[in-house]
């Protein structure tokens, strides 16, 4: 009798893990070309300059979230229950976002003098405006790639990010090369939104048809439901959402910047930071993906397929979260070393408390899509801006009081407590029953990946073969613990081969 829900609800599992596997596919790329990034950019760039260039990096996120995670979410959301009226939601969405982003750049350009005396360094205003010249092409690409996201095209997605990450690997290596230093690392990051804007506008309109009027918003139709009100109303407080949850995991650099009198832990922490956030960026897939396919099932009232939705994408998060935290606290001086030069040893420590408020941040925007599939922005956006105080309060005392250290930690507490909150509402409001017993099996499976490497580890280039051999460690010890069997890896194959980039016609 209930074989068809559950039919429904094994499929959507697996939709789930082939789409978060293209999507997972194109942020591996989007992470490994950043370490390489910066790889080159801790040896071709004096210290100082990097920490520059991180805080600066930093700094642009903050201002970019409000493209990235505004709009194009709301944009998302309807596209995911209402695809038969994409070409209104879109010319709609497009309108609004180029207003946001000729805005934000203008008030970023006017407040960078104010924020670089904030932070005592006057000589960073000409880089960070440099910097900020990115929004304008950085609102359409998360725009285009939005659509695509919202479409559910993971595929076309997935190769968005390839082409972004490309670009800006070649790019800032080729102007940095050239002499131009931190502004040649900046300018590449320009050009890669560029190119990105254009491939993810390709291949939109590649395999979905749109006119190309309906895409650059000439014609001039006016749809009631995705009017600017109602575009606006779903954006403005999920930015504010996404605004408050990025400060909670990276006003911990700018605290070492204001607390720390020795500007060579600018650089650390800045170091520290971005290996611990990368796999952040990669883990992100699994709300990419979980939050069109759970809009569709609220609005459809289908809340079996909510709740196997959501223990679906904690179990496929713990999967790749549990082994990468274990490999890094116990690899961590190894990892700072394969990257950076010798100096850089202080950041390992750092990594380590680091990498836990990453994981935990992961788990949290797994919830946070939740309530915001079902409409409830105020609710994740209280969640988030409601820890903003608890966060800088405890990142500029314990900076001050234990240097980049304390603020590491500051970072690790904010997190758990974000992570308590919105998973107890989750958890009550869609009755969804977490998979313990998965969970156990795959921690199990991780302690080898602290034990090994405490028994040996390489150094250099021979680390990335000694990585795969625990990964496969890891992987045996699922299989033997029944967590992965046959049937599901062969659900997965079929799936995978059925998925292709839809084309017109």
Known sequence: MN??????????????????????????????????????LARAIPPLAYGTYGLIMNILTWAETILNSGIPWAMRRHLASATRDAQQILAASLRWQLVVSVALLVLTLVAAPWFSTQLNDAA????LQLAFLDILFMGLYTLYRGALN???????????????TGVKLLASLFLVSLGGSLQGAIIGNTVSALAGALVALWLLRRATGFAWSALLGVDRFQHPAYDGRKILGFAAPTV?????STFLTTIGLVAVKARVADGVQ????????YLAMAPSVLLVAFSFTLFPHLARSVTMQDWAAARSLISTAV???????????AVVISMSSGLVALLYPPSYAAAAPLLSLLIISTGLHSLFMVFANSILAEGRTGLALGISAGLVPLSMGASWYLAAARGPQG??????????????????YVTRRFRVRMPWPALARMALASIPLIIVPRLYLPSGLLLIPFL??????????????????????????????????????
Request: hydrophobic share 55%; charged share 10%.
């Open 3 to 40: 074989s068809a829900p559950t039919q429904r609800t094994d499929e959507l599992s697996v939709q789930l893990g082939t789409g978060t596997a293209f999507v997972l596919a194109g942020q591996a790329a989007f992470v490994l070309g950043g370490y390489l990034l910066h790889l080159y």
């Open 124 to 127: 960073m205003t000409a880089p």
């Open 150 to 164: 919202g479409l559910r095209l993971f595929a076309a997605q997935g190769l968005t990010m390839f082409a972004y």
């Open 240 to 244: 504010l959402f996404t605004l408050s």
């Open 266 to 273: 600018v650089a650390y922490y800045s170091a520290a930071n």
């Open 315 to 325: 179990r496929y998060l713990a999967l790749v979260l549990l082994p990468g935290i």
């Open 407 to 424: 603020a590491a930690t500051a970072a690790v507490v904010t997190t758990a407590v974000e992570v308590a909150v919105a998973g107890l």
């Open 468 to 505: 795969g051999a625990l990964f496969l460690l890891y992987g045996l010890g699922l299989v033997i613990l029944r967590e992965i069997d046959g049937q599901e890896v062969a659900a997965w194959r079929a799936a995978l081969l059925k998925w292709r980039v839809r084309t017109s016609g």
